[in-house]
Protein backbone atom coordinates (compact mmCIF):
# COMPACT_ATOMS: atom_id res chain seq x y z
CA UNK A 1 0.00 0.00 0.00
CA UNK A 2 1.71 2.95 -1.06
CA UNK A 3 1.83 6.49 1.18
CA UNK A 4 0.35 9.64 0.12
CA UNK A 5 -0.74 13.47 1.27
CA UNK A 6 -3.86 14.21 2.92
CA UNK A 7 -5.10 17.44 2.25
CA UNK A 8 -7.64 18.62 5.09
CA UNK A 9 -9.92 21.35 6.04
CA UNK A 10 -9.76 22.06 10.07
CA UNK A 11 -11.77 24.50 12.31
CA UNK A 12 -9.74 27.06 12.22
CA UNK A 13 -9.81 30.48 10.87
CA UNK A 14 -7.06 30.31 8.33
CA UNK A 15 -8.66 30.06 5.02
CA UNK A 16 -6.33 27.16 3.91
CA UNK A 17 -6.72 23.39 4.26
CA UNK A 18 -3.60 21.71 6.04
CA UNK A 19 -1.19 18.66 4.06
CA UNK A 20 -0.25 15.95 5.93
CA UNK A 21 1.92 12.82 5.14
CA UNK A 22 0.16 9.63 5.71
CA UNK A 23 1.08 6.01 5.35
CA UNK A 24 -0.19 2.67 6.75
CA UNK A 25 3.09 2.09 8.78
CA UNK A 26 3.27 5.15 10.65
CA UNK A 27 -0.32 6.06 10.89
CA UNK A 28 -2.31 4.90 14.27
CA UNK A 29 -5.39 3.91 12.08
CA UNK A 30 -8.46 3.05 14.00
CA UNK A 31 -8.84 0.36 11.64
CA UNK A 32 -5.30 -1.31 12.99
CA UNK A 33 -6.62 -0.67 16.47
CA UNK A 34 -9.77 -2.54 16.25
CA UNK A 35 -7.92 -5.73 14.62
CA UNK A 36 -9.02 -4.84 10.70
CA UNK A 37 -6.47 -3.92 7.60
CA UNK A 38 -6.09 0.22 7.33
CA UNK A 39 -7.18 0.92 4.12
CA UNK A 40 -6.16 3.97 1.71
CA UNK A 41 -7.55 7.42 3.42
CA UNK A 42 -10.52 8.47 1.18
CA UNK A 43 -12.10 12.20 0.57
CA UNK A 44 -15.34 12.69 2.83
CA UNK A 45 -13.42 10.84 5.68
CA UNK A 46 -12.59 12.26 9.13
CA UNK A 47 -8.64 12.12 10.62
CA UNK A 48 -6.93 13.64 13.82
CA UNK A 49 -3.93 15.10 12.57
CA UNK A 50 -1.09 17.56 15.33
CA UNK A 51 -2.40 21.31 14.73
CA UNK A 52 0.50 23.22 16.87
CA UNK A 53 0.12 21.60 20.27
CA UNK A 54 -3.07 20.54 19.81
CA UNK A 55 -4.81 17.50 18.27
CA UNK A 56 -7.34 17.81 15.95
CA UNK A 57 -9.97 15.96 13.77
CA UNK A 58 -9.76 17.15 10.76
CA UNK A 59 -12.05 16.44 7.08
CA UNK A 60 -10.04 14.76 4.00
CA UNK A 61 -10.87 17.06 0.86
CA UNK A 62 -8.40 15.39 -1.00
CA UNK A 63 -6.07 12.17 -1.20
CA UNK A 64 -2.73 13.19 -3.30
CA UNK A 65 0.91 11.82 -3.97
CA UNK A 66 2.69 15.45 -4.10
CA UNK A 67 2.82 18.11 -1.52
CA UNK A 68 4.72 21.55 -2.01
CA UNK A 69 5.52 21.46 1.70
CA UNK A 70 8.86 20.94 2.34
CA UNK A 71 9.91 17.03 3.83
CA UNK A 72 11.27 18.49 6.95
CA UNK A 73 8.15 20.66 7.35
CA UNK A 74 5.21 18.43 6.76
CA UNK A 75 3.42 16.74 9.99
CA UNK A 76 1.78 12.76 9.95
CA UNK A 77 -1.39 12.45 10.24
CA UNK A 78 -2.38 10.34 13.24
CA UNK A 79 -5.17 8.24 12.54
CA UNK A 80 -8.07 7.89 10.22
CA UNK A 81 -11.41 7.33 11.34
CA UNK A 82 -12.35 4.32 9.60
CA UNK A 83 -15.20 3.28 11.59
CA UNK A 84 -17.46 6.25 9.84
CA UNK A 85 -17.63 5.87 5.96
CA UNK A 86 -16.57 8.74 4.26
CA UNK A 87 -19.19 12.26 4.37
CA UNK A 88 -20.78 12.00 0.27
CA UNK A 89 -19.15 14.87 -2.30
CA UNK A 90 -22.96 16.45 -1.95
CA UNK A 91 -22.67 17.28 1.70
CA UNK A 92 -18.74 18.74 0.89
CA UNK A 93 -20.14 20.76 -1.90
CA UNK A 94 -23.21 21.93 0.26
CA UNK A 95 -20.46 23.09 3.01
CA UNK A 96 -18.20 24.57 0.47
CA UNK A 97 -20.82 26.46 -0.82
CA UNK A 98 -22.10 27.94 2.47
CA UNK A 99 -18.09 28.73 3.52
CA UNK A 100 -17.65 30.94 0.23
CA UNK A 101 -20.87 32.16 0.65
CA UNK A 102 -20.35 33.37 4.05
CA UNK A 103 -16.54 34.39 3.69
CA UNK A 104 -15.84 31.81 6.24
CA UNK A 105 -12.97 28.62 5.53
CA UNK A 106 -14.48 25.02 4.91
CA UNK A 107 -13.49 24.01 8.27
CA UNK A 108 -15.04 26.07 10.07
CA UNK A 109 -18.52 25.07 8.71
CA UNK A 110 -17.80 21.64 7.78
CA UNK A 111 -16.72 20.50 11.15
CA UNK A 112 -19.05 22.39 13.74
CA UNK A 113 -22.02 20.77 11.57
CA UNK A 114 -20.86 17.55 12.45
CA UNK A 115 -22.26 15.80 15.78
CA UNK A 116 -19.59 16.33 18.50
CA UNK A 117 -19.93 12.96 19.48
CA UNK A 118 -18.76 11.41 16.10
CA UNK A 119 -15.70 14.49 15.87
CA UNK A 120 -14.37 12.11 19.28
CA UNK A 121 -10.47 11.80 18.99
CA UNK A 122 -10.62 8.56 20.95
CA UNK A 123 -11.60 5.70 19.08
CA UNK A 124 -13.05 3.97 21.98
CA UNK A 125 -15.31 6.73 22.55
CA UNK A 126 -16.76 6.82 18.87
CA UNK A 127 -16.83 3.41 18.61
CA UNK A 128 -19.64 4.16 21.88
CA UNK A 129 -21.23 6.72 20.17
CA UNK A 130 -21.93 4.41 17.40
CA UNK A 131 -23.00 1.75 19.30
CA UNK A 132 -25.70 3.86 20.90
CA UNK A 133 -26.45 5.18 17.11
CA UNK A 134 -27.13 1.95 15.70
CA UNK A 135 -29.08 1.06 18.80
CA UNK A 136 -31.54 4.12 18.15
CA UNK A 137 -31.86 3.45 14.40
CA UNK A 138 -32.72 -0.70 15.35
CA UNK A 139 -35.62 0.51 17.99
CA UNK A 140 -36.82 3.00 14.83
CA UNK A 141 -37.04 0.38 12.68
CA UNK A 142 -38.27 -2.15 14.55
CA UNK A 143 -41.31 0.34 15.46
CA UNK A 144 -44.61 -1.58 14.95
CA UNK A 145 -46.19 -0.17 12.15
CA UNK A 146 -49.78 0.36 11.69
CA UNK A 147 -51.45 2.10 8.84
CA UNK A 148 -50.75 3.00 5.17
CA UNK A 149 -47.48 3.17 3.80
CA UNK A 150 -45.96 1.98 7.27
CA UNK A 151 -47.26 5.09 8.91
CA UNK A 152 -47.21 5.18 12.73
CA UNK A 153 -50.25 4.87 15.25
CA UNK A 154 -51.44 8.19 16.35
CA UNK A 155 -52.91 9.05 19.68
CA UNK A 156 -56.03 10.17 20.79
CA UNK A 157 -54.83 13.95 20.23
CA UNK A 158 -53.24 13.67 16.89
CA UNK A 159 -56.11 11.36 15.14
CA UNK A 160 -58.99 14.34 16.17
CA UNK A 161 -56.14 16.82 14.23
CA UNK A 162 -56.29 14.74 11.30
CA UNK A 163 -59.92 13.94 11.10
CA UNK A 164 -60.35 17.61 11.36
CA UNK A 165 -57.64 18.47 8.53
CA UNK A 166 -58.93 15.93 6.26
CA UNK A 167 -62.44 17.18 5.92
CA UNK A 168 -61.73 20.34 4.91
CA UNK A 169 -63.12 20.66 1.46
CA UNK A 170 -61.94 24.10 0.84
CA UNK A 171 -59.11 26.43 2.11
CA UNK A 172 -59.67 26.73 5.88
CA UNK A 173 -56.92 28.04 8.58
CA UNK A 174 -55.62 25.52 10.88
CA UNK A 175 -52.82 26.10 13.67
CA UNK A 176 -51.76 22.57 15.07
CA UNK A 177 -50.36 23.31 18.96
CA UNK A 178 -48.02 21.07 19.88
CA UNK A 179 -44.31 21.01 21.69
CA UNK A 180 -41.02 19.99 19.18
CA UNK A 181 -41.25 16.03 19.61
CA UNK A 182 -45.19 15.99 19.95
CA UNK A 183 -45.62 14.55 16.39
CA UNK A 184 -47.28 17.20 14.45
CA UNK A 185 -45.22 16.26 11.45
CA UNK A 186 -47.00 12.64 11.59
CA UNK A 187 -50.25 14.73 11.53
CA UNK A 188 -49.83 16.39 8.42
CA UNK A 189 -48.10 13.56 6.55
CA UNK A 190 -51.46 11.52 7.21
CA UNK A 191 -53.58 14.10 6.61
CA UNK A 192 -51.53 14.84 2.86
CA UNK A 193 -51.94 10.42 2.88
CA UNK A 194 -55.85 11.20 2.84
CA UNK A 195 -55.92 14.39 0.74
CA UNK A 196 -54.13 12.51 -2.09
CA UNK A 197 -56.10 9.01 -1.57
CA UNK A 198 -59.73 11.17 -1.83
CA UNK A 199 -57.71 13.28 -4.67
CA UNK A 200 -55.09 11.96 -6.66
CA UNK A 201 -54.33 14.99 -8.92
CA UNK A 202 -54.07 17.07 -6.04
CA UNK A 203 -51.05 18.56 -4.92
CA UNK A 204 -49.60 18.73 -1.26
CA UNK A 205 -47.43 22.14 -0.47
CA UNK A 206 -44.78 21.13 3.09
CA UNK A 207 -42.99 24.10 4.15
CA UNK A 208 -39.94 23.65 6.14
CA UNK A 209 -40.18 24.85 9.55
CA UNK A 210 -36.15 25.12 9.63
CA UNK A 211 -33.38 24.84 7.12
CA UNK A 212 -31.54 22.31 8.87
CA UNK A 213 -34.30 19.94 9.06
CA UNK A 214 -34.84 19.81 5.19
CA UNK A 215 -32.65 16.36 4.73
CA UNK A 216 -34.15 14.70 7.34
CA UNK A 217 -37.78 15.92 6.33
CA UNK A 218 -37.45 15.49 2.74
CA UNK A 219 -36.19 11.71 3.74
CA UNK A 220 -39.53 10.92 5.82
CA UNK A 221 -41.40 12.27 2.93
CA UNK A 222 -39.69 10.62 0.49
CA UNK A 223 -40.19 6.90 2.11
CA UNK A 224 -43.28 7.62 2.97
CA UNK A 225 -45.13 8.69 -0.60
Partial sequence: ????????????????????RWSPTDANSDAETDG???????????ARVPFGKRELTGLIVEVKQE????????????????????????WIAL?????????????????PSLPKNLRKADHVALNRALKKLK????AAAGTEAAGPHGAPPLNDEQQA????????RSFVPFLLFGVT???KTEVYLQT????????????ILILVPEINLTPQLEQNIAARF
Fill in 192 to 203: AERILAREPQAQ
Fill in 67 to 90: TEVAADKIKTALNVTSQLPPLSSQ
Fill in 1 to 20: MMNCILKIALDTPLDICFDY
Fill in 161 to 168: AVDALSQA
Fill in 95 to 111: CQFAADYYHRPLGEVAL
Fill in 181 to 183: GSG
Fill in 36 to 46: TRASLPQVGQL
Fill in 135 to 138: AVQS
